[in-house]
Every structure is written in C-alpha cells, then in structure tokens.
Nanobody, 115 residues
Framework: QVQLVESGGGLVQAGGSLSLSCTASRSISSINTMGWYRQAPGKQRELVALVLADGITRYADSVKGRFTISRDNARNTLYLAMNSLKPEDTAVYFC?????????WGQGTLVTVSS
C-alpha cells in the first residue's frame, strides 16, 4: 500500500499562482496513473489532471492552459502548478494514485481563490 500526503494549498487572489505537491510513502515509478481531483463545496469530486507512467497527461477543459501536472519518480512526488487562478478553482484538491490492485487518495488540501 502507499500513503499520499498533499501540501501547498492556501489562499490566493484571482490571477495568482499556487503549486501543490503530493508525496508518496514509497516509490511511485510502478504506479501507472497519478492525478489530481478537486471537490468544491456542494459539488461532486471532479478530475483536474492526470499523468501516466509514460508521461502522457490529460486535463479537464476548465484548467487547460492554466494548470500543469508533473511527476518526479525519483522524489516520489506528484506536482500541480496552477496559474491564472479563478474563484471557481476554489476547492479541496486531492491526490490520487492508481495501478493494478491499487487505488489510493490523499487527505486533500484546500485551495481558496479570492476575487
């Protein structure tokens, strides 16, 4: 099993930037899919971005061109660089890891974007 711990959330003004990190308790090199999801108050959890082991990335339309996901297998860490933040990006952001017989969530980190 693996534990995921997110960090980097906080309060930022609209138009600002924030970077999230997700550190795993063991090597992530064998974890095929890692991603970020978010859940805003009163809404369902939604995919923000994911990155596969081969480096292929996918983004939600709402964040394309503003967010960048990356993974550093040597540091066992997943990142999410967020630019041009909007109030509608306000949510709890969750790290996610999936592989054969594995599906793990982090505890979440709150991102608040003020207008």
């Amino acid at each position: 099993q693996v534990q995921l711990v997110e960090s980097g959330g906080g309060l930022v003004q609209a138009g600002g930037s924030l970077s999230l990190s997700c550190t795993a308790s063991r090597s992530i090199s064998s974890i095929n899919t890692m991603g970020w999801y978010r859940q805003a108050p009163g809404k369902q959890r939604e995919l923000v971005a994911l990155v596969l082991a081969d480096g292929i990335t996918r983004y939600a339309d709402s964040v394309k061109g503003r967010f960048t996901i990356s993974r550093d297998n040597a540091r066992n860490t997943l990142y999410l660089a967020m630019n041009s933040l909007k109030p509608e990006d306000t949510a709890v952001y969750f790290c996610y890891a999936a592989a054969v017989s594995l599906a793990v969530w982090g505890q979440g980190t709150l991102v608040t974007v003020s207008s």
